[in-house]
């Protein structure tokens, strides 16, 4: 499937209509999607999957339009699983876990995340990586910039390696009411980690 396909399928889906600050619960595009899933393809393409804080599922949809084998939708806000299910209701190949990522302990080949970026609660990231070293040896995973040193050094910590790296602009629809702007861009980078064990 080429990037546009996927695009317009991604941006098809059902959105979270209430978010919750505490989570920081932000929509990630279907453009932007799109390019993350491609980027991190042949981690995905016939392997069982996990998108840790799923929101709406949007990640993991797109693993199963690649042809990923099986995946796991993880998120600690109920609405948000809830959500996933409608929108990957065609789909079997499927499981949804409405827990803390720390609760989730099945092997995968893959994990693919979004998680907070830590703005609101500082290195909220910090438990999604952890998690996701436990249990893959692949992880693709979209955090802000700045974060660089943090993650070469919790993945040498790991024995993860970053094989891939490369910068993007994360749109933010105006989503809480401290936002004073329609649109925000943050810069944020697509990581490639692999395990070197």
């Not at 979270?16 to 932007?32: C, D, H, R």
């Not at 491609?38 to 069982?48: E, N, R, S």
């Not at 790991?158 to 925000?184: A, D, G, L, Q």
């Amino acid at each position: 499937m080429n990037k546009k396909k996927l695009e317009i399928e991604l941006s098809k889906l059902e959105t979270l209509n209430s978010k919750n600050i505490k989570l920081e619960q932000y929509q990630i595009e279907g453009s932007l999607a799109a390019e993350f899933l491609l980027f991190g393809l042949k981690d995905i393409q016939d392997k069982t999957v996990a998108d840790f804080g799923c929101g709406n599922g949007i990640l993991g949809y797109g693993c199963l339009l690649l042809n990923a084998e099986k995946v796991y939708f993880v998120d600690i806000d109920e609405e948000a699983i809830k959500l996933s299910k409608k929108n990957c209701s065609k789909f079997k190949n499927v499981e949804f876990f409405n827990c803390d990522v720390l609760g989730f302990n099945k092997k995968v080949d893959t994990v693919i995340m979004n998680p907070p970026f830590g703005v609101q609660n500082r290195k909220a990231d910090k438990k999604f990586l952890e998690k996701a070293f436990e249990v893959s040896k692949n992880i693709c995973s979209i955090h802000k910039l700045g974060s660089e040193k943090f993650i070469e050094k919790i993945s040498q910590e790991n024995n993860f390696e970053i094989v891939k790296f490369i910068k993007k602009k994360f749109m933010i629809k105006k989503s809480y009411k401290f936002h004073t702007k329609e649109k925000y861009f943050v810069d944020v980078g697509f990581w490639n980690l692999k395990s070197f064990k």
